[in-house]
């Protein structure tokens, strides 16, 4: 099946910095998408996005399909940024909808 | 609008029993989905439904499993009977699109002695 591989693994931030969270797959795609678990285990949908950028707020993603990855950007973080981010992918040719392992962002004030 | 509801938030059973989790999603809603996230396998997508009917189970992981969703405002995933590896904690979310923002439920932490 599909390889989604993410890194970095771990994120040490200092509220403020930026930072880009990278999502490799090892097929094609016709879903992606991004998710943020909040310390707590809440579950937040980031963006749906197969191809090309979103913004929304302080967040931003991309994914460049021809190339088999994604980024995900987040500018000036804040402390609520941490969590651990998934993306996650479904084959063009499958159903099934797999996720990475995740990097654990740590925003410290 | 309360967002997605799961109940039990929690659960403790023994080896062998039956557990049913149950999810109200967010009315107006026409996709529902299950979620398992466990430290050894992390997030998986086990089924979701448009309308109600199940269009992709690819994710349950064996006959032990089912998952129904006998009207609009209500879906149960059950396992029958549970085993120890089925602890994991299980996440409900709906969208009002497949492809658009879905939005989860708190989770129900399942432990099975």
């Known amino acids: 099946g599909i390889q989604v591989e993410q890194s970095p693994p771990d994120l040490i931030l200092q509220e403020g910095a930026n930072s880009t969270l990278r999502c490799n797959f090892s097929?094609?795609?016709?879903?992606l998408q991004w998710f943020h678990q909040n310390p707590w285990g809440q579950l937040i949908n980031l963006f749906y996005?197969?191809?090309g950028t979103k913004q929304n707020g302080r967040l931003s993603a991309t994914t460049v399909a021809t190339e088999r990855y994604s980024l995900l950007y987040i500018s000036s973080s804040q402390t609520t940024d941490s969590g651990v981010y998934f993306c996650?992918?479904?084959?063009?040719?499958?159903?099934?909808?797999?996720f990475g392992g995740g990097t654990r962002v740590l925003v410290k004030p | 609008d309360a967002g997605v509801i799961q109940s039990p938030r929690h659960e403790v059973t023994e080896m062998g029993q039956e557990v049913t989790l149950r999810c109200k999603p967010i009315?107006?809603?026409?996709?529902l989905f299950w979620y398992r996230q466990t430290m050894m396998r992390g997030l998986e997508l086990l089924i979701y439904?448009?309308?109600?009917?199940?269009?992709?189970d690819s994710g349950m992981p064996e006959d032990r499993f089912s998952a129904k969703m006998p009207n609009a405002s209500f879906s149960t995933l059950k396992i029958q009977p549970s085993e120890p590896r089925d602890s994991a904690v299980y996440f409900c979310?709906?969208?009002?699109?497949?492809?658009?923002?879905?939005?989860f439920g708190p989770g129900t932490r399942l432990l099975v002695l």
């Open positions: 979310a709906s969208s009002l699109q497949e492809l658009v923002t879905q939005y």
């Open positions: 097929d094609s795609v016709n879903n």
């Open positions: 996005i197969p191809s």
């Open positions: 996650a992918v479904r084959a063009a040719a499958g159903n099934k909808l797999t």
């Open positions: 009315s107006g809603h026409d996709y």
């Open positions: 439904f448009n309308n109600n009917v199940p269009i992709d």
